[in-house]
């Protein structure tokens, strides 16, 4: 049974800081991309940050540039997404993705979903 568990969200002021983590069990980890998205009220799930296989690509929504980091750890079937300087339009619920083919953007395409972690920024 393939699972994909978010953990590390909360409330958070703005200009804090947040590292969500994705355990994954079920799947060969390393030959998946995995990806985050998020998804407020009322809004689409909109992607966030994917990583490749190897972990040597990542690729971000222009929101994140500068701002999220996205890594793994095949050893530990981990994937992180570490944010800082949250602002208040980072309010939503967090999911991670899995995807077994090269990373992409398109939450169509991913294979597997985590449940969520949510994230609230206070201004």
């Known amino acids: 049974q393939v699972q994909l568990v978010e953990s590390g969200g909360g409330f958070v002021q703005a200009g804090g800081s947040l590292t969500l983590s994705c355990a994954a069990s079920g799947i060969p980890f390393s030959s998946y991309s995995m990806g985050w998205f998020r998804q407020a009220p009322g809004e689409e799930r909109e992607f966030v940050a994917v990583?490749?296989?190897?972990?040597?690509?990542?690729y971000y929504a222009d929101f994140a540039k500068g701002r999220f980091t996205i890594s793994r750890d095949n050893a530990k079937n981990t994937v992180v997404l570490q944010m800082l300087s949250l602002k208040p339009e980072d309010t939503a619920v967090y999911y991670c993705?899995?995807?077994?083919?090269?990373?992409?953007?398109?939450?169509?395409?991913?294979?597997?979903w985590g449940r969520g972690t949510q994230v609230t920024v206070s201004s």
């Open positions: 993705a899995a995807r077994n083919i090269n990373y992409g953007s398109n939450p169509g395409e991913y294979d597997y």
């Open positions: 990583i490749s296989r190897s972990g040597g690509v990542t």
